[in-house]
């Protein structure tokens, strides 16, 4: 390993000696600052880390035994960390769980406690009173639950350091996306610290810092997300740097915040899936922009989900006025059973882009366009190649043969951070991670189930040969959403469905096709569409783009029966699919129903950029006086009206269609429309509102009701006084702003839309 990194002593060889060696070399700097959403700072130096760690180690190490697992199940914030780092110090193995919204069905969290046989979860103190245990998973009520922000620092001094061997398992990373059959990858030390050094060693970071230990990451990434926990918290630990973090709500609330970290702290490495730079395009504006200075921003990497050249050459021009530099990008390659990253370049560069005969790909042959016509041309990302002693090979899935070099095969990866397999899973682990060359003894090979090609030192992606589906950088499979369709309306046949994802507008959408029962073709196949989406969303938050009902016995399949997704996704693409009945999520702006017997590929109407709701409403507050009762519950009825509104043209559905007192997930709108609702309310109302507010209040009568009653507490300084005491007039404030909302025509909404300058 670089001695740049652990000067002149032997480097650490597990987790637990990395965090000793930091916490003793440099005790008083700065390892990790958070920045809250209202941007609040509190961060942790090494040693007080370590002491947090110590902490939480003596109390597990009372309780339990070396080996059990812990779930840690933490919204964003830094006692994550400790927690991690606790467990590893007391010898037992932390289990990153995702952090379930507030009053929700807990069924992710329940499986992977019982698939690992959690006999503990950490969280915070307020945790156990949000989440509502009891009601909402009472099979975690078996499970003993600690908050270790109420520990006392002083037990540090009780912990015992436990024999921490390179071999042992240091956590379990469970593969994002799936709810009923979730699979938890082991990661042993040796795994984790071979890959932390592949990623300074591919980042080059010797080269884009002057003084590693000087340089900051940020990053906004779930830590229960292999590329959040390793590449945004482990690795600048790893190489004993600062890591600015943030919530992914924040984010997704506002992407600009991402930015602006990065340009306030003078960041040198951040990175997303491809989607968040989409974000960014979409969603920063001329003047956010103006402010930003990107000047810092070294490496900029993007994985875990398809690269899309478009996207990074939107992101680069839009953002170069800002200081960015299109040489700054990182694209790489790489997934939890490989502990993170597979390959990457030696450093950030401009980007590898080839563009291919799309035929071709589909035919796994390769063949160079030149002079094709778009249509027929399918852009590629390089990801660099293989990092340290991993190896990369491209095999023919049935013959189990390297590939001609003019061939496109599942890839194959061996080296010495490929984890040792999946927890409890020995069929798949013999098949997933002992894959075998054939008539070769050279060693078993993890199976990625990707496709792709290497060409020039590059390792092109090009497909999923497992059928997964990735949306924001998660993974999703196919059988769990299909499983959800089919329970969600009796019109629909079970088993008789098939999920997948398409390209729409550089963004991968998701697509439900499933065949409809004889008795309902006459039905009110409106309503189905309804509840597939609202199951979809309701059960692994997603947002549905296309929902199509088909006739029986029409879904294609192979002889034995197994439905073939996709020829299915083809078949979509291409209109033959005998449709009964299908609706697509509408452009800004256009609603959208489900209609029968449509053609399964529909040309959208152009679409008009979405303005924030500020853009076409006054502002609101703050008022001159305290309001009366009377006067919240007219505000929280125009509030509601708007909201509504605004839901329609999100949904794509009709104002008739839409219950005040039943929860928006009904209608299929995803966590991310919840977010985006947020942002968009706070910059109307101008008051400070939480991301997930519309899960707290998740019905349009009461997230209006809320509200109202947020803008009316936000009175004037200057102006409360005697006066805030007398009767209003009409010509109060809060008259005139009724006035104004209420005389807002649709016809008024439309031309204020028209007018509005477009973004770039």
Not at 215 to 229: C, E, F, I, N, Q
Not at 477 to 486: A, G, K, R, W
Request: hydrophobic share 40%.
């Amino acid at each position: 390993m670089s001695q740049l990194v652990f000067c002149s002593e032997s480097a650490p060889s597990t987790l637990l000696e990395l965090v000793e060696y930091q916490a003793r070399t440099k005790s008083d700097r700065c390892a990790y600052l958070f920045r809250g959403d209202d941007g609040s700072e509190t961060s942790l130096t090494f040693a007080e880390l370590f002491e947090r760690a110590k902490a939480i180690a003596a109390t597990l190490q009372r309780r339990i035994q070396p080996g059990d697992r812990v779930l840690l199940v933490y919204p964003a914030g830094l006692e994550f960390i400790a927690a991690f780092l606790g467990c590893v110090s007391a010898g037992v193995l932390p289990v990153p769980a995702t952090y379930p919204k507030p009053r929700r069905p807990l069924p992710r969290l329940s499986t992977i406690a019982a698939d690992c046989q959690a006999v503990f979860a950490l969280t915070a103190a307020q945790t156990l009173t949000t989440l509502d245990l009891a009601r909402s998973a009472p099979e975690l009520r078996s499970v003993q639950w600690l908050a270790t922000d109420t520990l006392d620092l002083a037990c540090a001094a009780d912990w015992q350091r436990p024999e921490v061997r390179p071999e042992d398992l240091a956590f379990l990373q469970y593969t994002s996306g799936s709810i009923s059959d979730p699979k938890g990858v082991m990661v042993t030390h040796a795994n984790l610290m071979r890959n932390l050094e592949m990623i300074y060693e591919g980042f080059s970071i010797p080269r884009i810092c002057a003084d590693p230990v000087e340089g900051t990451g940020v990053s906004w990434l779930p830590a229960y997300h292999d590329m959040g926990l390793i590449g945004g918290i482990l690795e600048p630990f790893y190489v004993g740097g600062r890591s600015v973090l943030m919530s992914p709500a924040a984010f997704l609330q506002r992407p600009v915040r991402w930015l602006k970290a990065i340009s306030d702290y003078r960041a040198v490495i951040g990175g997303a899936p491809n989607f968040a730079y989409e974000l960014c395009v979409e969603k920063i504006t001329p003047e956010q922009r103006s402010e930003l200075d990107l000047g810092s921003w070294r490496l900029a990497f993007c994985g875990a989900e398809p690269i899309r050249p478009e996207t990074l050459e939107r992101f680069a021009e839009t953002f170069a006025p800002c200081g960015f530099r299109e040489d700054a990008f990182y694209p790489c390659y790489g997934l939890a059973e490989s502990t993170l990253l597979a390959a990457g370049g030696k450093g950030p560069g401009r980007p590898v882009i080839r563009a291919f005969e799309r035929a071709a790909l589909a035919e796994l042959r390769i063949a160079e366009a030149n002079g094709h016509p778009a249509g027929e041309i399918h852009r590629v990302t390089g990801c660099g190649g293989p990092r340290l002693d991993q190896v990369v090979e491209i095999v023919d899935p049935e013959t189990l043969l390297p590939v001609q070099p003019d061939r496109v095969g599942e890839i194959w990866i061996k080296g010495s951070a490929v984890a040792r397999g999946y927890w409890n899973r020995a069929e798949e682990n013999a098949v997933t991670f002992g894959g075998r060359l054939a008539g070769s003894n050279d060693g078993t090979y993890l199976r990625t189930g990707d496709l792709g090609f290497l060409r020039d030192g590059n390792l092109f992606v090009v497909a999923r040969l497992k059928e997964v589906i990735v949306i924001r950088g998660r993974n999703h499979y196919p059988h769990d959403i299909e499983l959800t369709v089919s329970r969600a309306h009796e019109a629909l046949i079970p088993n008789a469905g098939a999920t997948f994802s398409i390209d729409h507008e550089n963004t991968e959408r998701l697509v439900v096709v499933n065949e409809v029962d004889r008795q309902y073709r006459n039905g009110d196949l409106e309503q189905v569409v309804q509840r597939i989406r609202a199951a979809v969303a309701e059960e692994h938050e997603l947002d549905v783009f296309a929902v199509v009902l088909i006739r029986p016995a029409s879904l294609p399949r192979t002889t034995s029966g197994k439905v073939q997704r996709n020829l299915c996704r083809q078949q979509y693409l291409d209109g033959d699919l005998k449709v009964q009945a299908q609706w697509q999520a509408p452009s800004r702006g256009s609603n959208g129903s489900a209609s029968g017997n449509g053609a399964a590929r529909r040309r959208a109407p152009a679409e008009r950029p979405r303005k924030a709701a500020s853009s076409i409403l006054p502002k609101i507050g703050p008022f001159d006086r305290p309001l009366r009762e009377d006067e919240v519950e007219r505000l929280a009825e125009q509030i509601e009206t708007r909201l509504l509104d605004w839901l329609v043209e999100r949904a794509g559905l009709r104002t008739s269609d839409f219950d005040r007192d039943k929860p928006f997930a009904e209608y299929g709108l995803d966590s991310l429309t919840a977010v985006e609702l947020s942002h968009e309310l706070e910059e109307w109302l101008d008051v400070e509102i939480t991301p997930v507010v519309a899960w707290n209040y998740p019905t349009a009568a009461s997230l209006a009701a809320y509200l109202a009653r947020e803008v009316a507490g936000k009175v004037s300084p200057e102006d409360a006084g005697e006066e805030t005491q007398q009767p209003p007039t009409a010509e109060s404030e809060f008259e005139k702003l009724l006035a104004e909302i209420e005389n807002l025509s649709d016809n008024d909404v439309e031309a204020a839309l028209e007018r509005e300058p477009r973004n770039p």
